[in-house]
Nanobody, 115 residues
Framework: QVQLVESGGDLVQPGGSLRLSCTGS????????TGWFRQAPGNGRELVAS???????NYADSVKGRFTISRDNAENTVYLQMNNLKPEDTAVYYC?????????WGQGTQVTVSS
């Protein structure tokens, strides 16, 4: 069974840090372009960061310099390191992996930034 499992979401104070994990099961994640998306209440789902098969990365302007996406092939996991978190980063974060017409989403993990 092919699936993506996210973890690492939590409640954190402004200025704090979190690391989200997206682990692939039944798939080799390094073959895919993997992205982190987020969706806040009342908003659409937006791309936060992505990493290609060749390790090229892309970031939304709102997170550049604060978030870092990376991949550990041995762990079959993509990470999102989030630093200097702001209340506007509050959202459900989803992992997505795409390869040609294959398209998988994880179930999401909640990140709440609040004092």
């Amino acid at each position: 069974q092919v699936q993506l499992v996210e973890s690492g979401g939590d409640l954190v104070q402004p200025g704090g840090s979190l690391r989200l994990s997206c682990t692939g099961s039944g798939m080799i994640l390094s073959l895919y372009t993997t992205g982190w998306f987020r969706q806040a209440p009342g908003n659409g789902r937006e791309l936060v960061a992505s990493i290609t098969r060749g390790m090229s990365t892309n970031y939304a302007d709102s997170v550049k310099g604060r978030f870092t996406i990376s991949r550990d092939n041995a762990e079959n996991t993509v990470y999102l390191q989030m630093n200097n978190l702001k209340p506007e980063d509050t959202a459900v974060y989803y992992c997505r992996a795409r390869l040609s017409d294959l398209d998988y989403w994880g179930q999401g993990t909640q990140v709440t930034v609040s004092s």
